[in-house]
């Protein structure tokens, strides 16, 4: 089995900043990319950023510019830099890990979600 952890989300008032960790463990033979999705009430899950082996990153749309991802592939982990909030922003934020057990697997894993909330 493969846990995820997060860490980091809270509370922040508009314009702040706030930076998230997910650290990956278990049964990992590789990770072939590590990320965060967001859900806010009412809304589908959404991309906030993606992150390769290979340091390709993708992000969502409504986070470029403000949000930046990055990993450390030695330690599983996964960050997420977070800067100009917006009310808009406040959702439970998922980390996910795409991860092979052994050779010519693969698996999504998902962590168990962190609050972020943008408020005054």
């Known amino acids: 089995q493969v846990q995820l952890v997060e860490s980091g989300g809270g509370l922040v008032q508009p314009g702040g900043s706030l930076r998230l960790s997910c650290a990956a463990s278990?049964?990992?033979?590789?990770?072939?990319?590590m990320g965060w999705y967001r859900q806010a009430p009412g809304k589908q899950r959404e991309l906030v950023a993606t992150?390769?082996?290979?340091?390709?990153?993708n992000y969502g749309d409504s986070v470029k510019g403000r949000f930046t991802g990055s990993r450390d592939i030695a330690k599983n982990t996964v960050y997420l830099e977070m800067n100009s909030l917006k009310p808009e922003d406040t959702a439970v934020y998922y980390c996910?890990?795409?991860?092979?057990?052994?050779?010519?697997?693969?698996?999504?894993?998902w962590g168990q979600g962190t609050q972020v909330t943008v408020s005054s």
């Open positions: 996910n890990a795409r991860v092979a057990r052994y050779v010519g697997d693969r698996y999504d894993y």
């Open positions: 278990g049964s990992i033979f590789s990770i072939y990319a």
């Open positions: 992150i390769t082996n290979g340091g390709s990153t």
